[in-house]
């Protein structure tokens, strides 16, 4: 029997990806809304989604659906429990630890991202297609000699790490978890110690309840005046909140997050609080969710996706 794979947001997977579905499966490929797609899911084999799209219960009840393919580590737009209630396999990345280790992308940006509002370069850019030429307005501050902190040292967290080591940062880590660091990595022993001390905060943690507005407004208190927060982790580990009055306050001088608490909001409403602040206000820089979006990490883990999957169904590939 032929299956039958649901692919609701196509512009989000790799062509190479979307080919090789197509030559060992079904494969209905189109962009569509949350309510078309809760009314189509359940006729298929498996849904084949990233985090623009809900995977409830409603679609796993009583339907045909069996599998959600799924090729991130963040899991938050899937229903875990009610996937094992109704014995409905998640293929995810969580935990594929041998494989993550050739997947760079969202450490990359998240070096990108400290890089960009250090040294002010959005606003610069701006400036440049009014036809201004001045740099004196956008003199922004190096890297070399601060310290960053990182919450969170395990695969991606190591890999900012050793990039901040090669420009010249003192690097220093909060994880409870991790025993061995990466050389010239400084642990310490709480997370107030590693906001007091470092101008660039970054983190690297998964969501959990434990982590779950694991930086509000007792952490940003805590937090060196002046320093910058780079979030390209999951957006409730901050409280949105928080974080804003944090910069209006200039508490922090910056921030730049490539994750939102309620990324829906933007998705189905284009509004949200962090939007609404960045349009008036030059200290926060926004990007939608590109941290996995490279080339060459869409399509590796793509076909690492599928072909567990079509594995696990007896589909030689």
Known sequence: MVMRILCPEPTSFSSAGLDFARRHATVTAGEMGQAEFECEAPGYDAVLVRFNTRVGEQLMRGGHLKAVLSPTTGLDHIDLEAALRHKVRVYHLRGQKSFLKQVSATAELTVTLMLAVLRNLPQAFEAVKQGQWEPGPFRGREVAGKTLGIVGCGRLGSKVARVGRALGMRVVTFDPYVQRLPAGVERTLSLQSLLERSDVVS???????ETRYMIGGREFDQFKVGAVLINTSRGTIVDGDALLDALRTKKLSAAAVDVLED??????????SFIDYARENAN????????????????KTDLFILSRYFKDQGIKT
């Open 263 to 272: 990324e829906g909001q933007i998705v189905h409403h284009r509004r949200h």
């Open 203 to 209: 983190l690297h943690v998964p969501l959990m309840p």
């Open 284 to 299: 926060l820089l926004i990007t939608p969710h590109i941290g996995g979006a490279t080339v060459e990490s869409v399509e």
